[in-house]
């Protein structure tokens, strides 16, 4: 009950100032508290385009979070992607590389996996 009045109240200072940095924030806290990764990711897609270049640092670890959540690293690169040729942001390309990285790896820890079995298989 608590969540939804405070989920009400933050809709509400969105409607007075729709670029509320801190009430979108919240927004989006609340909505994945909640589940619900889909409008989550929208919110801080949504405040990751803001003119402020320093908030947009903040809203990278959520967005990926939702992401993941919602089994969709693919569209996260992408959304790097697009953010790092619009924003020039050095944040930005950080994610990117990491985000690459870290699918580098789990691809590498799949195929070791594989290679396991496989010889497990054999020898039985």
């Known amino acids: 009950m608590r969540l939804k009045k405070t989920q009400c109240f933050t809709k509400k200072a969105l409607l007075v100032s729709p670029t509320c940095v801190r009430a979108s924030l919240l927004l989006a806290n609340l909505e994945m508290l909640e589940g619900q990764y889909q409008q989550a990711a929208k919110i801080l897609e949504k405040?990751?385009?803001?003119?402020?270049?320093?908030?947009?640092?903040?809203?990278?670890?959520?967005?990926?979070?939702?992401?993941?959540?919602?089994?969709?690293?693919?569209?996260?690169?992408?959304?790097?992607?697009?953010?790092?040729?619009?924003?020039?942001?050095?944040?930005?390309?950080?994610?990117?590389?990491?985000?690459?990285?870290e699918k580098k790896m789990v691809s590498l820890l799949l195929k070791l996996s594989f290679i396991s079995n496989s010889r497990k298989s054999q020898v039985l």
Do not use: M
């Open 47 to 101: 405040c990751f385009w803001s003119k402020i270049q320093i908030i947009r640092v903040k809203f990278l670890s959520p967005l990926k979070h939702c992401y993941e959540e919602l089994n969709q690293l693919d569209n996260f690169e992408l959304f790097l992607i697009r953010a790092g040729q619009i924003t020039n942001n050095d944040e930005v390309e950080l994610a990117l590389v990491k985000l690459i990285e």
